[in-house]
């Protein structure tokens, strides 16, 4: 399974475009890139994955490089409500098993 | 509503004396996984299932036991807890989809301390 390296820490401000890196440059050709985040101590929560085109949904927008060694999670106005950790993990997916690491913390100020 | 649910959300208990956190999902899900958070080492995966009869043990499996006995249901069990196993507890499941999606749903949480 491809490691993943994020900056420890960011934040920006309310309404801004939040955008969080992430480094995968040992990923597989079948492996993808999944974001999570945790609020607080409550379990973690999906928020998008792909493997090689970008992708969106309601809740964010992913950036993933043509080379597939780095990727970006663009929240495009963040809330106080997204403070949080936001975990990126890269995995074969098949077989389940999600390894997360330490996460970016986002602090989202007013 | 889908959900995963975890009992009990917070739990006191001395070394020694066995214990089981249920974990319930209502979402027909194939794939059931614990996990343990501990501050600064993230979360790691104790043992998990792909279906019913089938588990193995993820990255911190020592201590601790599961059991598949139904689809919706996947306990940990803790047979001597020690003091090392004080940690935030959470149970997820998932089902593999094309396209990638390998969405885990998470349960609220199990917060255990063993003195």
């Known amino acids: 399974d491809a490691k993943t390296t994020q900056p420890t820490s960011m934040d920006c401000a309310e309404g801004r475009a939040a955008n969080l890196p992430c480094n995968h440059s040992?990923?597989?050709?079948?492996?993808?890139v999944y974001w999570y985040r945790q609020i607080h101590s409550q379990g973690p929560q999906y928020i998008i994955h792909?493997?090689?085109n970008n992708e969106t949904n309601e809740m964010a927008s992913l950036i993933i490089t043509e080379d597939r060694k780095s990727s970006t999670l663009i929240l495009p106005h963040a809330t106080l409500r997204d403070t949080a950790v936001y975990y990126c993990?890269?995995?074969?997916?098949?077989?389940?098993?999600?390894?997360f690491g330490k996460g970016i913390t986002l602090s989202v100020r007013p | 509503e889908a959900q995963v649910t975890q009992n009990p959300r917070y739990l006191i208990t001395v070394t020694g004396k066995k214990l089981t956190v249920t974990c319930s999902q209502n979402?027909?899900?194939?794939?059931m996984s614990w996990y343990r958070q501990d501050p600064g080492l993230g979360l790691r995966q104790i043992y998990y299932?792909?279906?019913?009869?089938?588990?193995d043990k993820g990255d911190v499996p020592e201590g601790y036991k599961v059991s598949r006995k139904e689809k919706r249901n996947f306990p940990l069990i803790l047979e001597s807890p020690s003091p090392n196993q004080t940690s935030l507890y959470f149970c997820?499941?998932?089902?593999?989809?094309?396209?990638?999606?390998?969405?885990?749903?998470f349960g609220p949480g199990t917060r255990l301390t063993v003195l």
């Open positions: 993990i890269a995995e074969g997916g098949a077989n389940s098993k999600l390894t």
């Open positions: 040992t990923i597989s050709g079948n492996e993808y």
């Open positions: 792909g493997l090689k």
């Open positions: 979402m027909n899900h194939e794939y």
């Open positions: 299932s792909m279906n019913v009869e089938v588990t």
């Open positions: 997820a499941c998932s089902r593999w989809l094309a396209g990638g999606r390998n969405e885990q749903f």
